[in-house]
């Protein structure tokens, strides 16, 4: 059995791992006011972000990163967040971005 | 078309429609921002928070105001980018998320855009979706759009 302050140092070890360990990326546009609104909210609370603005992009590249976007989430609102594996976040949803992310 | 005469197409357009627009000023001067970063890349303003393809006949759809904003006021109150609204949706607490309309197969679009559309003038179109029927008074070449589908040509000329 754990006391309570190695249950809260515990607890504190886990969100320091969760967010370390899930790399958080995303695809936005350059144009959208919810991407940058991702974007602020990202630096503010200091998670390193990973993103593309798909619509600064050109050629073969482009059509690539819209393939690979689109493959998370068809037909989905940007900005496109992908948590970890497998967590996709359609849009700037901030209640789900922090239940995910533990903030 | 500088930013200042935008924003004021924008506002008219708003006003004359019996429309509001998103009363939070950041989050307008972002939504003008973006859309005039598209008219001066584009030339022409499609929608800030869609990927556009630059390419205006595939857009088309895209160009704000958007073929999707009127069915999205009047089913969820808001556009999809938000920089339209209904006064119903400001006092309403409850704000629902706008799912995207669009379809987004490439496909499709490229269909679209790549088709010869009007051809004769006075030939008559109708919505299979809403019934609106127009008549054309002058041939641009492009593919008319009625309730997100091509538009069904009922006579070709007078």
Redesign the interface.
């Known amino acids: 059995m754990i006391g309570y302050a190695q249950s809260v140092a515990l607890q504190r070890i886990n969100l320091k791992h969760t967010r370390n360990n899930m790399k958080v990326k995303a695809y936005t546009?350059?144009?959208?006011?919810?991407c940058?609104a991702f974007k602020r909210f990202m630096k503010e609370h200091n998670i390193p972000l990973e993103f593309t603005d798909?619509?600064l992009l050109e050629g073969e590249e482009r059509t690539k990163v819209?393939k690979e976007a689109?493959s998370y989430c068809?037909?989905?609102?940007?900005p496109i967040i992908v948590i970890g594996e497998d967590i996709v976040i359609e849009?700037f949803?901030e209640p789900k971005l922090r239940e995910v992310l533990h903030l | 078309m500088n930013p200042e005469t935008l924003k004021k197409a924008i506002k008219d357009r708003a006003k004359r429609e019996g429309y509001r627009l998103n009363p939070d000023e950041n989050f307008l001067e972002s939504i003008f921002e973006g859309l005039y970063k598209n008219v001066e890349r584009y030339g022409y303003p499609s929608c800030p928070c869609r990927l556009s393809a630059g390419i205006f006949e595939e857009d088309i759809d895209l160009v704000c105001p958007c073929l999707y904003r009127d069915p999205d006021l009047y089913h969820y109150g808001r556009c999809f980018c938000g920089l339209y609204m209904t006064e119903a949706y400001m006092n309403n607490k409850d704000k629902p998320v706008v799912p995207n309309r669009r379809p987004m197969e490439p496909a499709k679009i490229e269909k679209i855009g790549s088709r010869i559309g009007v051809k004769t003038v006075g030939a008559r179109y109708r919505c299979k979706s809403c019934g609106n029927e127009i008549t054309v008074d002058k041939v641009g070449g492009g593919v008319l759009i009625c309730c997100g589908q091509e538009m069904e040509l009922i006579k070709e000329d007078k």
């Not at chain 1, 068809?74 to 940007?78: A, E, K, Q, Y």
């Open positions: 546009l350059s144009t959208c006011p919810y940058k798909v619509d819209i689109y068809s037909g989905c609102g940007f849009g949803n």
